[in-house]
């Protein structure tokens, strides 16, 4: 028998009993506040200040004192509009890491001297190399900035073209397509519009089942990307390289082919990269020309490299309308394949391409991994080769941006 007086709960169900009446005060009903102001005491609070009485303030007192005076509300300021460019919670992006200069020797004896203690500072060398090396990596920062946030309403296309053979098209073509599509994510075809097969395949991973000569053929079947991928060899630098399997034979490309693949791939892909052939005149060349936006030259250090670029763009701009004025926002790409050069070849071949109209020229270095003629990696390039040709691609992004933007909606979408 239980010695719980009947109508009294038991003491193990007394906590159940207090928690039953706890009641958050924001949801409180009158009812339900009398009950328990009967059960507990009210909490202490600190008591606010009496105001002052009516006669001793001088303030006649209302009418009806249930109903407190009506307060003086004055108009809150308008809120100022909130700066969101280069906000780093607003889309500005995170500020790169700074790295601060060094506050002591770090090399030579001078190093020596400040690892023992010593409290010796860098000499003017260390930090002219320290600040050359923190230019570098800003610069480097800029580039791939505009790399991956470039932007354009359509998609768009670059030609490499140079009439002379062995000028470095080719390389020039994966590694620019390459660094793009590493720095964007993919979205990038390298596409071979030589009249007959290049080396493309050669230079790029892989060895595709189907490439450009098939692509034509079933150009209006293809109905999806996951269609359009079995004609391509996929690169570690995300980009998607479309050209002539090896040991296969195809039809030479006519300027309707060129057009028709390049409207399909533009479906698919943002970035189109063409690696040209060495016949100007062809109509596959023609038609690569009717839908590029950029133009890009290889050349090398070279009588003949030079004179077949420049023989090219005085072609262009002979013909007027688009193809004068792809020549005038010509883009040159210098490269370096390790053979003598003659004194003097350097500064000949820069002046004669500024006097053929080429604003910007890019240097790329002599690489082992690009002179030995095998297949291209990206990532197997030295990182002064891939910082050149970096920055050679954001000058491309840059001009690709003020075509698309300059351009009539008329001629907006070429292919």
């Not at 391509?232 to 006519?254: D, F, G, K």
């Not at 950029?294 to 688009?322: F, M, Q, T």
């Amino acid at each position: 028998m239980s010695d719980t007086p009947q109508g009294q709960a038991p003491n193990s169900f007394g906590a159940a009993a207090r928690a039953s009446d706890y009641i958050e005060e924001d949801t409180v009903r009158p009812e339900t506040l009398g009950r328990r102001a009967a059960a507990e005491p009210p909490a202490e609070r600190p008591i606010p200040p009496m105001p002052a009485s009516p006669a001793s303030s001088g303030v006649s007192s209302p009418a009806s004192p249930s109903e407190p005076p009506a307060a003086s509300v004055e108009a809150a300021p308008a809120a100022e509009p909130v700066e969101l460019t280069g906000s780093v919670l607003f889309g500005g992006g995170y500020p790169a890491p700074v790295e601060t200069a060094p506050q002591k020797a770090t090399t030579g004896f001078r190093g020596v001297l400040a690892s023992m203690g010593i409290p010796v500072k860098p000499s003017a060398a260390e930090t002219a190399e320290y600040a050359a090396r923190a230019e570098a990596e800003a610069r480097r920062e800029r580039n791939r900035t505009t790399i991956r946030q470039a932007t354009w309403t359509r998609a768009v296309s670059i030609l490499v073209a140079n009439p002379k053979g062995g000028t470095g098209k080719t390389p020039s073509s994966v590694l620019l397509g390459g660094t793009i599509a590493s720095i964007r994510g993919g979205s990038t075809a390298i596409v071979e519009v030589a009249d007959d097969p290049g080396t493309l395949n050669q230079r790029s991973e892989g060895d595709p089942r189907l490439g450009i000569g098939e692509l034509v053929r079933d150009v209006d079947t293809i109905t999806s990307a996951g269609q359009l991928l079995g004609y391509t060899a996929p690169q570690t630098s995300y980009a998607s390289v479309i050209c002539s399997p090896l040991h296969q034979q195809r039809e030479r490309l006519t300027g309707e082919a060129v057009v028709a693949v390049s409207k399909l791939i533009d479906e698919y892909y943002g970035i189109r990269v063409m690696d040209s052939g060495n016949q100007p005149t062809s109509s596959a060349f023609r038609g690569a020309v009717s839908v590029a936006d950029v133009l890009v030259i290889p050349v090398l250090n070279a009588g003949d490299s030079v004179l077949e670029a420049v023989h090219l763009l005085s072609e262009l701009r002979s013909e007027g309308g688009y193809p004068a004025e792809l020549a005038a926002r010509a883009i040159a790409v210098r490269l370096t394949d390790g053979r003598p050069e003659i004194e003097g070849a350097r500064e000949e071949v820069e002046a004669r391409l500024r006097a053929a109209g080429v604003q910007s020229l890019h240097e790329i270095p002599y690489d082992e991994h690009i002179a030995v003629r095998g297949q291209l990696s990206l990532g197997r390039l030295a990182p002064a080769t891939q910082d050149a040709f970096a920055a050679a691609a954001a000058d491309i992004v840059r001009t690709l941006q003020e075509v698309v933007d300059s351009a009539s909606p008329i001629h907006n979408r070429k292919a």
